[in-house]
């Protein structure tokens, strides 16, 4: 093998992820199933579309006004006639104010509707996806969907929505009214057009790329910022600072640079031009304009007033505003399609696990659990991970899990509680399949303990509540006591009431795990599944854990994944699983008699260190 | 926080800084000429029926026109450029700054904080030192001007057509103030729903283990309905001022007409008048936006300055020497070692290591056991006593130099989002593929690796495989085996994992720990038994010293400790070596052949060893 060098080429460009997507700018899929969720709200939203209409009408009949003003009053000396269209000018004023007043506060609301229901449409089916999903999907990924991508759809609906709506309204409008006025000045300025058309065409190409390139970009930095912050420690240990900046400067942060100089170049080219392209249209209008008032008609074959000119030049000005700010939409029309893409592949991952329809509560169990014939794959046609497994539990038992990592064990228990449903057999309490029974019904019924136990950031109360938000003080702490927690959790800042942080930071390891035990204690469950931890814990946690174990497990039917010798020998009977089956089944004595598998597993756990 | 600070990363742009005001400059001036061409167009061209006047006025505009959109354009890229610039620029210094800064303060600080000082707070000072200043100035300059100009025209019409705009600017300057606590709003309430969807995302096992879904979703709710009221609250205050603005605008026009006509003014000058005031409307407009981004800018470089002045208390003194190769002795001085605003955490420890010794550290959770090991790394300074390495005071030595030397394989194994490759020579990025190899196999990693599709080069973390904590800890091993440490710092606990990846892993610390000096935080009987020195700690202090051997029929703590934890593997592995004497012969009928641990063969079709997260799935 050739000693190549093993600093690969850095990365120029981000990785690549599902969030630079590049949407169409218009999908049409997308808007139909965005537009189904602004449906329930469509009589708001057309009562706010004439409010702004009525507000357009004030917003164009301005330069109209002003026209009279200039023609009939100032330029006649006729100060009554000026004050009148002042005033009418200043209504058309109030007009737009109330129409817009109106508009907004309806609109605001009928947004909000609109982002909220999808927002809530999102949560909701996470509610009903199967664990298999969250296994699969990044819980980064699940917050930007709903938190980030929700707001993009929410700037479009509320904002954009609006905004292009009163843009297309606005220009529809003010070319009405410049054709009143005079329709072959109005085709004059309308000669830059074209013109307009072909920058904006130019910009949109090129700004669709960039956006998508500065958007990758900043996703890029901030992975690496927050990758080196979580790393620091290892960063420093390793001595990589000076190499690590290098590769931030040139690499990460250079590339968000070299994308955003390119996008502002963009930017600073385009509006510029459209300016310019509108000083065209200005000098156009008042040269030949100017000449039609003075009576060299030309081309436009009649004579205008002052006033229309005056008009005219205002016109302009508000007509490229709409311009101007639609091809700025552009992005944000792109970004919610591509939004609205993610949003909807979410919602539309089917729910693997249903109730069936008509399913009945599990009645109260005895604890027998059988396991028939089971098989299980995670893809249709994939390797199966469990393979054809029988098992019948009496209830009481405790039943300690063994096998190396892959062995299945993990997907064994998750059966039970139907986190899975079988792919062949079935799995059967107390005689009745799983899959007959709501699943709230069998979770109630089963509890589970994992690994790492998961607290909520609420206070150590409501954590140990948690299966029963009604519970009483004392049901907690008879339940805290009972697994030996009452007296660390008296100990903290507010006791019961102490606040857990985020994932039960404040806790270590070992207090978790007892909080965790008193959970699923004060639940009762008639079935306990627990995922036993074996990192390092102090001594005098162990021993208390040792005995809350016991304490926990006395009186169900408990299936524990063992790590823990004394869990393992202790147990009614002990399971030994290898890919998918179950190659051995005994008590401890019995199969270390029997110099099989389980034998094996634990001369190699020690063999290595027994000298 | 003062305003020459803000303003200190444009220092190095100063030229374009002096094109970007200059350019702002010229376009203020050619938007002021427009109004004055328009005026005489109506009253040379069309009053005194001037034909030329009018051509003249047309090419004017033309001109203007290219000229603006030239100075436009400079304006705009120019402020744009300056604003990724220090964007730029201030992003470097601070990922510097942060990946140098010493743990204690890591320990304090929070990753989401240090990211937004990264992200918000530097957009928020780069724009407004790049393009908010400048709309400010803009402003500034265009209001003189035309103030200057319309005062020449008619003092009682300026004053009469300013009131509004007057007006407008306070309004505006209300907005600014009063939005900002609700954008604040907003994104609370946004923090609050992205937590909820984490926290449902992690605890998801929890929810469904307990049947909480109805629950949750009124957790869920709450923050929910909070960001759809402080939604609705910001968006109808923006519809009472947006057309207010606009309504504003229309009465300096009425204004100017009126009290034009009546102060008998020229129709040109009339309309020119309004013409200017309307060229100030749009910037007065952004006024309050601006001056509300100033504060943000100021409060944000605030917050960017605390992380960049923050000292980095573990430096290398200046002139310090490198530390030349180790032989690995490490000896403690009389050393006490408290955190910040903690009780001491480590006192008064004496102890030497000679080279290639294996000290084991026990002792319950809190004892010291961790902070020991920090220092030697020199991660924090003792507070009292030294810490010496060959006889070399570690703090007057170059940093690097004394880390360098220095492996550290701990409990969690940290990986990065990289290739696998790339982790493994994280320590050492020009180590050639048959070092790489060499690492990897003696870590007992090499096998697995192989028998991902890509092989090295395949990606860790959340766009690439998913690794478990064997496998991660592996190729931790590996990496630290790399940099070939004369001093080795590790956890020998292996949580989590199967009896068969935790002989594995065993096997790579055992190769990993040869010809070194190793500090192990203990867990394992084996370990402990074979260490040349136990210190055994509790509350910070070593409450007894010694070897395996000479401390176990010992009454005091280190019995205690062999009783409670270690005496179970021990009476374990006694059943075994019985079973073994009473029963020579060969293990008589197997279920199905096993395969012995040592020849780990890659198969990749098996789930050896990985997560049971189906990869193919997305």
């Known amino acids: ?611 | 926080m003062n305003l020459l600070r803000l303003f200190r990363p444009l220092r190095p742009y100063r030229l374009q800084v002096a094109a970007l005001v200059l350019s702002t400059a010229l376009l203020t001036l050619a938007s002021l000429w427009v109004p004055g061409i328009i005026q005489s167009v109506i009253d040379d061209g069309l009053g005194r029926r001037e034909p030329e006047a009018l051509t003249r006025a047309a090419l004017a505009i033309l001109a203007i026109g290219a000229l603006r959109a030239v100075f436009a354009f400079a304006r705009r890229y120019l402020g744009e450029w300056l604003v990724n610039r220090t964007g730029f620029d201030l992003r470097n210094a601070l990922y510097d700054k942060i990946q140098r800064l010493h743990f204690g303060y890591h320990d304090q600080a929070q990753t989401g904080q240090l990211m937004s000082r990264c992200t918000e707070d530097v957009s928020a000072v780069s724009r407004f030192i790049g393009q908010g200043a400048i709309d400010l100035l803009n402003v500034i300059m265009l209001l003189i001007g035309i103030l200057f100009l319309l005062v020449q025209q008619s003092l009682p019409l300026t004053l009469i057509g300013m009131l509004p705009l007057i007006v407008m600017t306070a309004v505006t300057m209300r907005l600014g103030r009063i939005a900002e606590p609700m954008f604040l709003r907003i994104d609370n309430a946004l923090g609050a729903v992205s937590s909820a969807v984490q926290e449902y995302a992690t605890g998801v096992q929890v929810v469904r283990a307990f049947a909480r879904e109805a629950d949750e979703a009124t957790r869920f709710d709450k923050p929910h309905r909070e960001l759809y009221d402080a939604r609705v609250t910001l968006v109808g205050t923006w519809g009472r001022y947006m057309p207010t603005f606009f309504l504003l605008i229309v009465a300096s026009t009425a204004l100017v007409l009126w009290f034009g006509a009546v102060l008998q003014l020229t129709l040109g000058e009339i309309v020119a008048f309004n013409a200017y005031l309307m060229l100030l409307a749009a910037p007065v407009q952004d006024l309050g936006f601006v001056v509300s981004s100033a504060s943000e800018a100021l409060a944000g470089a605030t917050r960017i300055y605390e992380v960049l002045d923050a000292p980095l208390v573990i430096e290398t003194q200046p002139d310090a020497p490198a530390l030349p190769p180790l032989s690995g002795r490490v000896t403690f001085e009389d050393v006490s070692f408290r955190y910040r605003g903690a009780g001491a955490a480590l006192s008064n420890i004496s102890f030497e290591a000679e080279p290639n010794q294996v000290i084991a550290l026990i002792g319950p959770t809190g004892s010291g056991k961790t902070s020991l090991v920090n220092l030697i790394p020199r991660f924090y300074d003792p507070s009292q006593g030294r810490v010496l390495a060959d006889g070399h005071d570690i703090r007057t030595v170059e940093l690097h130099s004394l880390r360098r030397q220095i492996g550290l394989v701990l409990q969690t194994s940290l990986l990065f989002s990289a290739t696998i490759r790339e982790n493994i020579a994280y320590g050492r990025p020009e180590a050639t593929d048959d070092e790489i190899f060499a690492a990897a196999r003696a870590a007992q990693a090499h096998d697995f690796i192989r028998s991902f599709p890509a092989g090295y080069d395949t990606e860790v973390g959340e766009r690439g495989v998913t690794l478990s904590g064997g496998q991660r800890q592996r190729i931790a091993i590996a990496r630290a085996l790399l940099t070939d440490p004369r001093i080795l710092i590790l956890d020998d606990a292996t949580s989590s994992v199967d009896m068969r990846t935790e002989y594995l892993i065993q096997k790579a610390l055992d190769t990993l720990m040869q010809g070194r000096t190793t500090f192990v935080i203990a867990q394992r009987l084996s370990t402990v038994r074979r260490a040349d020195l136990i210190l055994v700690l509790d509350g910070g202090r070593v409450v007894q010293r010694g070897t395996h051997a000479a401390m176990v029929d010992q009454p005091g703590p280190y019995q205690e400790i062999y009783n409670l934890q270690l005496k179970d593997q021990e009476q374990f592995q006694r059943e075994m070596l019985f079973l073994d004497s009473e029963e020579p012969e060969a293990p008589e009928a197997h279920t199905e052949p096993v395969p012995h641990p040592k020849a780990e063969r890659p198969d990749p079709t098996r789930a050896e060893d990985k997560p049971l997260k189906p990869s193919s799935v997305r």
């Open chain 1, 1 to 611: 093998m050739t000693a190549k060098a093993a600093t690969p080429a850095k990365p120029k460009a981000p990785p690549p992820g599902d969030d630079d997507i590049l949407g169409k700018a218009y999908d049409p899929r997308i808007a139909r199933r965005l537009t189904a969720y602004v449906r329930p709200y469509a009589g708001r939203i057309g009562i706010a579309i004439l409010w702004m209409i009525a507000a357009m009408l004030g917003y164009i009949a301005g330069p109209y006004l002003i026209a009279i003003a200039i023609d009939e009053g100032i330029a006649q000396g006729d100060l009554g006639r000026t004050g009148q269209a002042v005033l009418l000018y200043l209504l058309a004023g109030v007009v737009f104010w109330i129409g817009t007043y109106v508009r907004v506060q309806i609109m605001a609301r009928a947004g909000q509707d609109v982002v909220y229901d999808l927002r809530r449409a999102l949560f909701d089916h996470m509610q009903r996806l199967s664990l298999g999903f969250f296994g699969r999907y990044a819980v980064g990924r699940l917050v930007s969907r709903v938190v980030n991508d929700v707001s993009v759809v929410r700037e479009m609906v509320v904002w954009a929505l609006v905004a292009v709506a009163r843009d297309f309204v606005d220009l529809f409008g003010i070319i009405v009214a410049m054709l009143l006025l005079n329709w072959r000045l109005s085709l004059l300025s309308f000669a830059v057009l074209p013109l307009m058309a072909i920058a904006t065409e130019l910009f949109r190409r090129q700004a669709r790329e960039s956006y998508r390139r500065v958007r990758s970009a900043v996703g890029w930095v901030n992975a690496v910022l927050n990758e080196n912050i979580v790393g620091v420690r290892v960063v420093q240990s390793f001595g990589r600072e000076d190499y690590n900046l290098g590769v931030f400067k040139r690499d990460v942060n250079g590339n968000l640079l070299r994308a955003s100089n390119w996008a502002s170049l963009l930017v600073s080219i385009f509006f510029p031009s459209v300016d310019l392209i509108g000083s065209f249209a200005l000098a156009l209008v008042l040269y030949i304009g100017g000449r039609a008032v003075l009576g060299e008609t030309g081309w436009l074959g009649v004579t205008i007033t002052p006033g229309t000119l005056v008009a005219f030049a205002l016109y302009i000005d508000r007509f490229f505003n709409p311009i101007r700010d639609l091809s700025q939409r552009y992005n944000a029309l792109q970004a919610t399609m591509a939004s609205g893409e993610r949003i909807f592949e979410l919602l539309d991952t089917p729910v693997e696990v249903p109730d069936r329809p008509g399913a009945r509560d599990l009645p109260t169990v005895v604890g027998e659990v059988e396991f028939d014939d089971v098989s299980f794959r995670y893809v249709p046609d994939g390797q199966p991970v469990l393979d054809h497994v029988n098992l019948r539990v009496v209830p009481g038992q405790t039943i300690a899990l063994v096998g190396e990592t892959g062995a299945g064990k993990s997907t064994f228990v998750k059966l039970i509680s139907r986190f899975y449903d079988a792919s062949e057999g079935a799995v059967r309490i107390d005689g009745v399949d799983v899959r007959a029974v709501t699943q709230e019904s069998l979770r109630r019924q089963t509890g589970v303990v994992l690994q790492d136990p998961f607290l909520f950031s609420g206070s150590v109360f409501s954590n140990i509540a948690y299966a029963h938000p009604g519970a009483t003080p004392e049901h907690v702490q008879r339940a805290a006591e009972a697994v030996g927690a009452h007296a660390f959790i008296e100990k903290l800042d507010k006791g019961y009431d102490t606040t857990v942080g985020e994932g039960g930071a404040i806790l270590s390891g070992g207090q978790r795990q007892l909080i965790s035990f008193a959970r699923a204690l004060l639940a009762d469950p008639r079935i306990l599944i627990l995922d036993e931890a074996t990192s390092s814990i102090d001594t005098q946690t162990e021993r208390i854990i040792q005995a809350a174990l016991e304490r926990l497990l006395s009186g169900r039917t408990a299936f524990v994944i063992a790590h823990r010798l004394s869990t393992i020998t202790r147990a009614d009977l002990i399971v030994v699983m290898d890919r998918g089956r179950i190659i051995e089944q005994g008590t401890h004595a019995q199969l270390l008699e029997r110099r099989g598998r389980y034998f094996d597993l634990y001369t190699m756990a020690f063999a290595g260190h027994a000298d």
